[in-house]
T-cell receptor, first 112, second 114 residues
């Protein structure tokens, strides 16, 4: 059973606009959340994270929002750039989990 | 360069060959992982090593054999693979297995089985 879901397999956005990537999780004991970015034929690279004691964390163009009551995580990229085109994975840990659990990924395409 | 180095970057092998993938990290991490990523599929966790001891094996066929001789090196030995094993194989390491410091991934080995 998938504990972390990214329901949109793909997303297309115009350059300069906002990209919003979503992630839902099932276990309320998860307390740390991360986003990774992956280019084709490369390994995922860490982008931004958030602890469950916060509801927002910002780093430049990237902001992660956490809604614990809804068990929902989102990544906002603004303004979007063509170089942001990649697969984005959310990941989480906490509770009895002994490893990071990754979502299925969302392919973001930023159109020039 | 992420601090996790994987070699080779690309590998083509026949179904009767034996080859090995190598992963090396000098980040002082205690846990190392093998993941498989097939086309348009999510990351699949294959093996987890913590302090050089295998702690997880996710129902991976025996034609994949991991080895962790020390905390800095991880190998994946391959033999009699099938064409459906063609994928990107990713190594990762972490300071703690639970992931509170994140995982650091290598660039992967693109494996093609012919």
């Amino acid at each position: 059973d998938q504990q972390v879901k990214q329901n949109s397999p793909s997303l297309s956005v115009q350059e300069g606009r906002i990209s919003i990537l979503n992630c839902d999780y099932t276990n309320s004991m998860f307390d740390y959340f991360l986003w990774y970015k992956k280019y084709p034929a490369e390994g995922p690279t860490f982008l931004i994270s958030i602890s469950s004691i916060k509801d927002k964390n910002e780093d430049g163009r990237f902001t992660v929002f956490l809604n614990k009551s809804a068990k929902h995580l989102s990544l906002h990229i603004v303004p979007s750039q063509p170089g942001d085109s990649a697969v984005y994975f959310c990941a989480t840990t906490g509770g009895a989990t002994n490893k990071l659990i990754f979502g299925t990924g969302t392919l973001l395409a930023v159109q020039p | 360069e992420t601090g996790v180095t994987q070699t080779p970057r690309h590998l083509v092998m026949g179904m009767t060959n034996k080859k090995s993938l190598k992963c090396e990290q000098h980040l002082g991490h205690n846990a190392m992982y093998w993941y498989k990523q097939s086309a348009k599929k999510p990351l699949e966790l294959m093996f987890v090593y913590s302090l050089e001891e295998r702690v997880e094996n996710n129902s991976v066929p025996s034609r994949f054999s991991p080895e962790c001789p020390n905390s800095s090196h991880l190998f994946l030995h391959l033999h009699t693979l099938q064409p459906e094993d063609s994928a990107l194989y990713l190594c990762a390491s972490s300071q703690d297995q639970r992931g509170y410091y994140g995982y650091t991934f290598g660039s992967g080995t693109r494996l093609t089985v012919v």
